[in-house]
């Protein structure tokens, strides 16, 4: 077992602050994905503090090279991304100018730049930004920039 615990998670043999284990959180229906606060920084982890959920893990230096040496937790982290990937395609309403999934987009942009590389955040950016499109572009500048921003790995 991993002596970190989000590395632990993500490869399936650890639990989060709420003590779930990753195979709990991917079978979230689309409302509790939706209503759910707390798991997305254990997903898609990041070397800042949550500004939403004040107690969520944050990413050492040390603990993101384990990560990324760690097939089984790498392997979780793009479970945790189908997961997210399925719940923008099937629901609309984050398609809107202000919306919390906006962050988590965010997030999810930049934990992909920082563990998978460039090609995967491309990928989901590309989606998002497609959805976003096809829906009129509700989506506000300011969140649109952050998602570019989070792309490019600023």
């Given at each position: 077992?991993?002596?970190?615990?989000?590395?632990?998670f993500?490869?399936?043999?650890?639990?989060?602050?709420a003590?779930?284990?990753?195979?709990?959180?991917?079978?979230?229906?689309?409302?509790?994905i939706?209503?759910?606060?707390?798991?997305?920084?254990?997903?898609?982890?990041?070397?800042?503090?949550?500004?939403?959920?004040?107690?969520?893990?944050?990413?050492?230096?040390?603990?993101?090279?384990?990560?990324?040496?760690?097939?089984?937790?790498?392997?979780?982290?793009?479970?945790?991304?189908?997961?997210?990937?399925?719940?923008?395609?099937?629901?609309?309403?984050?398609?809107?100018?202000?919306?919390?999934?906006?962050?988590?987009?965010?997030?999810?942009?930049?934990?992909?730049?920082?563990?998978?590389?460039?090609?995967?955040?491309?990928?989901?950016?590309?989606?998002?930004?497609?959805?976003?499109?096809?829906?009129?572009?509700?989506?506000n500048?300011t969140?649109?920039?952050?998602?570019n921003?989070?792309?490019?790995?600023?």
């Amino acid at each position: 077992m991993s002596q970190y615990p989000i590395q632990a998670f993500l490869a399936g043999t650890g639990r989060d602050g709420a003590g779930r284990v990753l195979k709990d959180i991917l079978a979230y229906d689309d409302p509790h994905i939706e209503g759910v606060h707390d798991f997305i920084q254990w997903c898609f982890p990041l070397h800042e503090a949550s500004l939403a959920v004040p107690g969520a893990p944050v990413l050492s230096r040390a603990e993101a090279e384990a990560i990324r040496s760690d097939p089984a937790a790498l392997s979780g982290l793009r479970a945790a991304l189908g997961r997210m990937t399925r719940f923008y395609a099937e629901t609309d309403g984050w398609l809107r100018a202000y919306d919390h999934n906006h962050l988590r987009i965010t997030r999810i942009l930049s934990a992909l730049s920082d563990f998978l590389g460039p090609e995967p955040a491309a990928e989901f950016h590309a989606f998002v930004t497609a959805r976003n499109a096809k829906a009129g572009g509700p989506v506000n500048a300011t969140s649109l920039r952050y998602w570019n921003s989070a792309l490019r790995g600023a």
